[in-house]
Every structure is written in C-alpha cells, then in structure tokens.
C-alpha cells in the first residue's frame, strides 16, 4: 500500500516539476514609484499586479529589477532588457502593452495657494522657481522642458523625497501624480490643475526577446 502512494505521488512530481521547472524568469526594470512600482507595495505594485494578473496562465516568472531611472536608461541603452515599466524613449526601438485603460495623470504639487489656481499655459510662467524631479538622463526631453523652461531642477530618487522636500521649502514644486500622493493626507499642499502628461500603465518591451502574449483583461 506504502508503495503505491509513493509510486503514485512520483508520477505526480514528474507531471507537476517539468511544467514549473521549464517556467522562463524575466526580469522587468522599474524606479520606486509607489503605489505603482515598488519593493515595499504588496507584490511590488499596481503595476505588478496587473500584469501577473495578464499572464496568469503564461508559464512565465516576471522578476521585478529595481535600479535609479540613469541606470535603467543605460540598460535600456546597452540593449540589456527585455521588459521595462520606465518610459523607453522613442528612439530606441520596442513594443508598448497598455496593462489598464484607466489614466494616470503626471503633475506637479506646490504649497496651497488661497489666491491663485496651480495651473499654466507654458511651463515657462513658473521661470525662476525650483522643481523636485526624479533622477533621469539629461537629455531626456522630460528633463529638458524644464530647463528650456527656466527652472532649476533638483534630482531626487523618489516621488515622496520630492514631497518632502515641498513639504520643508527646499523647491518650489515637486513631480508627482493623482494616485500617489493623497492630497486628503497633505492639506497643505495643491496639485496642478495643468498636467504635465496623462498616461495609462504601461509595459515596454523588447522586440528582440520572447514575450509571452498577454491575455486581455
């Protein structure tokens, strides 16, 4: 009877190993960006989540690679990815998988104003004030409106290390979006009327691997 079970117990391991052995881990670069990508959210972000989701019946293991966005941009560069929730830029070739059809709109946030609305017609009205953005490459054309714009940039490596630094006047505004920062929690603070741009969650990927398809949500 012992024997049986261990005999049958065998052919089950032999059936169940093969399939999750053979399952292909691919490494996914992102920025700590909570609540959409992050090491310290719940399976490590919206973002994350929506796609396990998608490929739930893929046999495929998404290995979420956390870097500053310079390094990423790099990789990216050196052609050493294959799949990236950070922005590819347009000159470098790959495939774009919308993950939610909601938007999510980039902006900026400021100290309240009683007197004025957060908002502008040309990024360059807030000339001669200082901005919290997210470390990236200096030629990106996100880092230079506001140069062009006459702003002094300060890099920081996260959305909340900008906030803060809104939060102790150390700059002007700071980059952040409608999901992250819950202005309920910060009553002190306003964020801009004006977007600076509206997107969905996105997955870049890299022509030149194997992506599993990704079913419809």
């Given at each position: 009877m012992i024997q049986r079970i261990m005999l049958a117990a065998l052919i089950a391991f032999f059936?169940?190993?093969p399939h999750h052995s053979v399952a292909r881990g691919i490494a996914v670069l992102a920025v700590d960006y909570p609540?959409?990508?992050?090491?310290?959210?719940a399976n490590n972000g919206v973002a994350f989540t929506l796609l396990q989701q998608?490929?739930?019946?893929?046999?495929?293991?998404?290995?979420?690679?956390?870097?500053?966005p310079a390094r990423i941009l790099q990789l990216i560069k050196e052609g050493k990815w294959c799949a990236s929730f950070y922005p590819v830029n347009d000159n470098i070739e790959s495939e774009k998988i919308?993950?939610?059809k909601s938007m999510v709109t980039i902006g900026l946030v400021r100290t309240s104003s009683l007197t004025s609305s957060f908002e502008w017609e040309a990024l360059s009205?807030?000339?001669?004030?200082?901005?919290a953005l997210l470390r990236t490459s200096?030629?990106?054309?996100?880092?230079?409106q506001f140069l062009d714009a006459g702003l002094e940039i300060v890099e920081v490596e996260s959305v909340q290390a900008g906030v803060d630094m809104v939060l102790k006047a150390r700059v002007d505004f700071s980059m952040t979006d409608n999901i992250s920062i819950e202005l309920n929690q910060y009553p002190t603070l306003q964020f801009s009327r004006t977007p600076l741009l509206s997107t969905t969650i996105t997955l870049f990927t890299n022509p030149s691997?194997?992506?599993p398809v990704l079913s419809e949500h």
């Open positions: 059936f169940i190993y609540p959409f990508t992050s090491p310290s959210s998608r490929t739930k019946n893929a046999n495929v293991h998404w290995k979420p690679t956390f870097a500053p919308e993950l939610s009205e807030l000339s001669g004030h200082s901005v200096h030629e990106s054309d996100f880092y230079n691997c194997d992506i």
